[in-house]
């Protein structure tokens, strides 16, 4: 069974970059989709970005050209490297991840595994 735990979360200024990390202590890893969303105060949980097996990604509107997910299979690991942080982006981040290789859900229903969640917060 997935196990996942994230790391990397912490209190930044605007503009400024932080690197989350995912790793799978269960070691199976490689035959789920893995995803990032985000939470904040109020809000619904929402997708932030996903990737598949073969290094496919798909990110939300909200963080292109700012957020890249990857993944090191060897490392049972992903991460979310965040640039240009805003305040906008203050948030519970959640490791996530769904069986299948090929197809990134965006919704959060359609996960099975989450971590425990990792805080950013984003000050001007």
């Known amino acids: 069974q997935v196990q996942l735990v994230e790391s990397g979360g912490g209190l930044v200024q605007a503009g400024d970059s932080l690197r989350l990390s995912c790793t799978d202590s269960a070691r199976t890893f490689s035959g789920y989709v893995m995803a990032w969303f985000r939470q904040a105060p109020g809000k619904e949980r929402e997708f932030v970005a996903g990737i598949i097996r073969s290094g496919g990604t798909k990110h939300a509107d909200s963080v292109k050209g700012r957020f890249t997910i990857s993944r090191d299979t060897s490392k049972n690991t992903v991460y979310l490297q965040m640039n240009s942080l805003k305040p906008e982006d203050t948030a519970v981040y959640y490791c996530?991840?769904?069986?299948?290789?090929?197809?990134?859900?965006?919704?959060?229903?359609?996960?099975?595994?989450w971590g425990q969640g990792t805080q950013v917060t984003v000050s001007s």
């Open positions: 996530a991840a769904r069986p299948g290789p090929w197809t990134i859900k965006t919704g959060p229903n359609e996960y099975n595994y």
